[in-house]
């Protein structure tokens, strides 16, 4: 059974950094990282394609965050600099077993596997 196991969310002033953990008992074909803000939709931020190593980034973090893995640790990362308070929300990691790339891969619905989320909040 797919696992993924979100850590590493907290509070943090604006310009602040964290690093998001996804312990993961297998690597999909296509992990991303997903947030929502209360009210707003589930948004995609960054995904890799891990057949091929393809990042994509979203327009509003592009830049600012970084997706990585550990293969051998199982664990997907996102590090996350300049913070500011729209960065606020939960944060999801994600996986599928098909391939997706590019604007696609940032489609919360193409994704089958979800963990349980991790809090991040930026602060003024």
């Known amino acids: 059974q797919m696992q993924l196991v979100e850590s590493g969310g907290g509070s943090v002033e604006a310009g602040g950094s964290l690093t998001l953990s996804c312990a993961v008992s297998?690597?999909?074909?296509?992990m991303g990282w997903f947030r929502q803000a209360p009210g707003k939709e589930r948004e995609g931020v960054a995904t890799?394609?891990?057949?091929?190593?393809?990042?994509y980034y979203s327009a509003s973090v592009k830049g600012r965050f970084s997706i990585s893995r550990d293969n051998a640790e199982k664990t997907l990362y996102l590090q996350m600099n300049s913070l500011n308070p729209d960065d606020t929300g939960m944060y999801y990691c994600?996986?599928?077993?098909?391939?997706?790339?590019?604007?696609?891969?940032?489609?919360?619905?193409?994704?089958?596997?979800w963990g349980q989320g991790t809090l991040v909040t930026v602060s003024p």
């Open positions: 297998a690597y999909t074909t296509t």
């Open positions: 890799i394609e891990t057949r091929r190593d393809v990042i």
């Open positions: 994600a996986g599928t077993w098909t391939s997706r790339i590019g604007e696609r891969a940032l489609v919360a619905k193409e994704y089958y596997y």
